[in-house]
T-cell receptor, first 113, second 112 residues
Framework: DGGITQSPKYLFRKEGQNVTLSCEQN?????MYWYRQDPGQGLRLIYY???????QKGDIAEGYSVSREKKESFPLTVTSAQKNPTAFYLC????????????FGPGTRLTVL | DAKTTQPPSMDCAEGRAANLPCNHS???????VYWYRQIHSQGPQYIIH???NNETNEMASLIITEDRKSSTLILPHATLRDTAVYYC?????????????FGTGTSLTVIP
């Protein structure tokens, strides 16, 4: 089955630790995205990548980093510089960045203690 | 990208049609209207999109006014599984630079 996987579903970390969230897709999509969602709020774009080895900052990139070494993978690192890292993180992909049907993964809920 | 305005919440009786409105008065001629929904603690799911004409698929219908300043998503026979937050988004295709803005959407509750 084609789709997007995110792991783990729930993640707990101590304050001050970096943590990397996984996102993998086997849809052969060029574009991938990371969003953050806080309770009762919409999605906010953290980073997006239009193609391998390229990525751009979204609205709230501070305290986050990404890489896109492979088409299938777009991991997100939440660094200790992120002031409020506890949130629901969603990864998405689309055929290309101008194509607006985005396919979302199930999300990772990160809790920083 | 044009901004959208949606009511924060709505209720609908099970089996009845759910009509979800969206205002996008500053929409540009090349911007499409997209609808997504998000069931609690899951990733959003694409529903439908349109430019000018009304559209229908297996999930829903999209009615866009002639002046394109507003639209309505119609779920013809709402079920309990349709309880979700529904997002209305306008964006141009071929727009690789601009972001895809999800607002706070409309929280639809389908009541038995």
């Amino acid at each position: 089955d084609g789709g997007i996987t995110q792991s783990p579903k729930y993640l707990f970390r101590k304050e001050g630790q970096n943590v990397t969230l996984s996102c993998e897709q086997n849809l052969n999509h060029d574009a991938m995205y990371w969003y953050r969602q806080d309770p009762g709020q919409g999605l906010r774009l953290i980073y997006y990548s239009q193609i391998v080895n390229d990525f751009q900052k979204g609205d709230i990139a501070e305290g986050y980093s990404v890489s896109r070494e492979k088409k299938e993978s777009f991991p997100l690192t939440v660094t200790s510089a992120q002031k409020n890292p506890t949130a629901f993180y969603l990864c998405a992909s689309s055929i290309w960045s101008g194509h607006n049907e985005q396919f979302f993964g199930p999300g990772t809920r990160l809790t920083v203690l | 990208d044009a901004k959208t305005t949606q009511p924060p919440s709505m209720d609908c009786a099970e089996g009845r049609a759910a009509n979800l409105p969206c205002n996008h008065s500053t929409i540009s001629g090349n911007e499409y209207v997209y609808w997504y929904r998000q069931i609690h603690s899951q990733g959003p799911q694409y529903i439908i999109h349109g430019l000018k004409n009304n559209e229908t698929n297996e999930m829903a219908s999209l009615i866009i006014t002639e002046d394109r300043k507003s639209s309505t998503l119609i779920l013809p026979h709402a079920t309990l599984r349709d309880t979700a937050v529904y997002y209305c988004i306008v964006r141009a295709t071929l727009d690789t630079g601009n972001q895809f803005y999800f607002g706070t959407g409309t929280s639809l509750t389908v009541i038995p």
